[in-house]
């Protein structure tokens, strides 16, 4: 799977049907899946602020500690990280704690974004692992959800 580009189309299909469920709580529309060397989704997960109170309750935090409990390991090497829109510092820095070899993100974010817009926590030189990360997979519609919500919202 690694490096088709239609693989990742279909990752982010996953993904985005965690991000569209978020709403039903008042959440911010953003999933995020984890899967495995062969392509396995082994953690999902999306926004939970909201339904649970908790701050860190992020799509990403979510489906690392699935993958987690799946593997039954912290270390998800093999594993790729596929969210709707690109990870916040904290996110991000989980990312590199459990040593996630790839992030695939949907939309840009240009006010937080933590792995190329804002700051790039996954691939500073000063990290003690690098991330590869593919930006901008079906960005339109994993930007549309958010800028519905928000709409919405008004
Ligand atoms: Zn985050």
Not at 60 to 88: I, K, M, Q
């Amino acid at each position: 799977m690694y490096g088709d580009p239609r693989r990742f189309d279909d990752l982010m299909g996953l993904a985005l049907v965690e991000a569209a469920a978020a709403p039903a709580t008042g959440d911010v529309p953003v999933g995020a899946v984890v899967v495995d060397a062969d392509g396995a989704v082994v953690g999902a997960g999306r926004n939970a602020r909201e339904a649970t109170g908790d701050p860190t309750a992020h799509a990403e935090v979510l489906a690392l500690r699935a993958a987690a409990e799946t593997l039954g390991r912290w270390r998800l090497d093999g594993c790729t990280l596929v969210v709707t829109l690109e990870p916040c510092a904290m996110c991000a820095g989980a990312i590199v704690l459990a040593r996630v070899p790839r992030v695939v993100l949907g939309a840009w974010d240009p006010k937080a974004g933590a792995t190329g817009s804002v700051w790039d926590v996954v691939r500073d030189p000063r990290s003690v692992h690098r991330v590869e990360v593919v930006g901008g997979v079906r960005e339109d519609e994993c930007g549309d959800l958010l800028r519905d919500f928000f709409e919405n919202q008004r």
